[in-house]
């Protein structure tokens, strides 16, 4: 054929078949194999797939990797971060992630801490746990708090012993924390500590004076307690370990054991079970919302409290819903509400799942023992 001159039928023909002849020689086919994998490799981003469901290319992914190691270790700028639901390890210490107190104010709350700078931590109650070689003094130091606050907050004086393994309540600033009894007021209790009744009120996040019931935890900054014989610690009732039912349905099924303030938690894994009045009594709070943030009510979400005939408080946290009303009776085994705590739904405050939030104040909590 001339240059120039366009290939005939028969010429294509043969050219077909010696084509065809050579994918029948071993080493034409791996060098072709060879030339269209170099294609893929070069011109089209290769993928890979994620939960078997996700197609994600692996140069984008590339880009989102820490580069020389950054991110995968916690360096010194980085905030501490949650290790689990229930604690926080600060250098070598464990901060017990401390459950809503019945006075519900984010100052006076630490559960589930993210993201907190080490300053943060000043303005929640937390649970310390005694290291070896640790003295009450360097303790209260390492929390910038007086030696007294740390003393009164735990019962102990400056003779005390504290063992490796105790653990410490360390309350948020120096001060007093008070124990809301029948017939305490917000001035009274001020005037009682030496502090001032607009501190009371701002630092726990209080509508008014009035905004105060029996089994409250009220936080009193700068208070001191007097040397004369003013009760600080609440007096806890005798009872027998009879006088309170499960909150739920059997299996009486305990999630998280004894924690701040005197509570435990139950669940069967469910929201929307019954839960049911521990013991007889008088409602004296309903709280709800429909707020869907973790700090609904410092974080306790829709919850109610119940006085019992011997002085006895018991909190019912994290609800999806209430059967009763303030100032209503109740009876033991009563259904009261329907327990929630499911992230992200109205009220269901600083929870991780669905369960109840059970406190006791005034007397200890026999689920836990």
Known sequence: MEKGQMPSYFQFKNYFKKIKGSFKDPFFCFGLISVIFFGVIVLIPPYFWI???????????????????????????KKFSVESPDFL????NSLTGVAPPTTFSPQVLGALFEGYEQEDIKKIIVEYQVEEGNSLWAIATKFDISLNTLLWANNLNQNS?????????????SGVIHHVEAGDTISEIAQRYKAKTEDIISFNGLSSEADIFVGDILVIPNGVIPPSPVKYAPVWVPIADSYFIC?????????????????IDFSHGNCGEPIYAAAGGTVLKVELTNSTSRW?????GNHLTILHPNGVVTMYGHIAASFVNPGDQVSQGQIIALMGG????????????????????????????
């Open 51 to 77: 939960n078997n469901k996700t197609l994600i290319p692996i140069i984008s992914l590339s880009k989102q990797l820490p580069q020389s190691g950054e991110g995968l270790f916690l360096g010194p700028t």
């Open 89 to 92: 390890l600060v250098e070598k």
């Open 161 to 173: 012993i504290i063992q490796p393994g105790q653990k410490l309540i360390i309350p948020p600033v």
């Open 247 to 263: 909150p739920i349905s059997p299996p009486c099924r305990v999630t998280q054991g004894l924690h701040w303030y005197n509570a």
């Open 296 to 300: 609904a009510f410092g974080g306790a």
């Open 342 to 369: 499911q992230p992200g739904t109205p009220g269901a405050g600083m929870s991780t799942g669905c369960h109840v939030h059970f406190g006791v104040s005034g007397t200890r909590n026999p689920f836990a023992y």
